[in-house]
């Protein structure tokens, strides 16, 4: 009985994240713990991890990441954008994939920058004739979520000249950088000390009890009517063995 309560207690977690590996799963973790949220890892096949949560801190833990930017957004790379099946491409479709590549791997090199939480690469390669006096140059525009305990300013002349540097023929005054500061969280720095109870010698969170105390009655009421089940199918069969003896020959 012990052991089937604390399975169904296990149960009530939910699944936060899947599919992580090792590193994103213990800075998630430890994320959460910081700010006073317990949370557990779960192995999945091929090295991969799962994260849970109570199911009750579900929403708190989901907000929490999302502002500082967990999990890490996934970018594609140049392999990735040039993985094609077809033998022969269009010059719009490689001029399309290659502009798209570019804003990836930028976007993912600026989201490197320690204190950058998520970022996006706008470029702009426009279809000029080599030969026109009156082409247009080329652009890129930055977006930045960045931590607000940062300093920003000393950050943008050198987001501009990497992405500048990055891209033939872009100028550094071309290149517009568009900083915004995430919502400030306060961290816990100590865990307060979840208040812990008991029931039925299960050491659990004082939150959980009620839950338990739920669990706990649902098993009583199956165990009696599966007594009452094999009961009545005892007392079926010793009536029918009366009968059966009582009968004349």
């Known amino acids: 009985m012990t052991m089937v309560m604390a399975l169904l207690l ?91 590549a570019l804003s990836e791997e930028l976007s993912h090199t600026v989201s490197q920058i320690d204190g950058v939480l998520s970022s996006r690469v706008h470029v702009v390669l426009p279809d000029n004739d080599l030969m026109a006096q009156d082409s247009t140059p080329s652009s890129a525009s930055v977006f930045m979520r960045y931590s607000p305990t940062i300093d920003i300013d000393p950050l943008i002349p050198r987001v501009k000249t990497l992405v500048a540097n990055g891209i033939s023929g872009l100028t550094y005054d071309n290149v517009s950088v568009v900083p915004v500061a995430a919502v400030t969280l306060e961290v816990q720095e100590e865990t307060p000390p979840q208040m812990l109870s008991s029931f039925l010698g299960i050491t659990m969170p004082a939150t959980s009890v009620a839950r338990a105390g739920w669990i706990f009655g649902l098993l009583i009421v199956l165990v009696l009517a599966l007594a009452g089940v094999v009961g009545w199918m005892v007392w079926r069969q010793r009536r029918r063995g009366t009968y059966e003896l009582e009968t004349p020959p």
């Open 10 to 100: 296990q149960a009530c977690d939910t699944e936060l994240y899947t599919d992580l590996n090792e590193r994103e799963a213990n800075i998630m973790v430890a994320t959460l713990a910081r700010h006073g949220i317990p949370a557990k890892r779960v192995a999945q096949e091929e090295g991969l991890m799962t994260v849970t949560v109570d199911e009750s801190r579900f929403s708190e833990a989901v907000s929490i990441l999302d502002r500082l930017g967990l999990p890490e957004e996934e970018f594609s790379n140049l392999g990735k954008v040039f993985e094609n099946n077809s033998l022969v491409s269009s010059p719009v479709q490689e001029r399309a994939q290659m502009i798209y």
